[in-house]
Nanobody, 124 residues
């Protein structure tokens, strides 16, 4: 069992930066691939980024490629999402999630564990 808790959200102006953190409980964190998703009001939960269990592979949605960076520190049981050059369309609740395999990481149905989400609001 893995429990995930996100933090780091907030209000930022367009062009600014935020770093989200997702702290995981449990000793098996290092065996899980991790992903970030986001959900805007009235929209589906969309894939943002994913990272393999060891951190050597990453994958991004086209909409954030070049602006967002996913990373992880397995010694701290934490995954991060560094978000730069934020845009108003990045406004959403951001969720981290964990899954046992690094396949179809863009598919939210394959994730076993989810955090409660953290709000990111980007003003224009």
């Amino acid at each position: 069992q893995v429990q995930l808790v996100e933090s780091g959200g907030g209000l930022v102006q367009a062009g600014g930066s935020l770093r989200l953190s997702c702290a995981a409980s449990g000793r098996t964190f290092s065996s899980y691939a991790m992903g970030w998703f986001r959900q805007a009001p009235g929209q589906e939960r969309d894939f943002v980024a994913a990272i393999s269990s060891g951190g050597g592979r990453t994958y991004y949605a086209d909409s954030v490629k070049g602006r967002f960076t996913i990373s992880r520190d397995n010694a701290k049981n934490t995954v991060y999402l560094q978000m730069n050059n934020l845009k108003p369309e990045d406004t959403a609740v951001y969720y981290c999630a964990g899954r046992s395999s690094y396949v179809r990481t863009y598919d939210r149905t394959g994730y076993d564990y989810w955090g409660q989400g953290t709000q990111v609001t980007v003003s224009s």
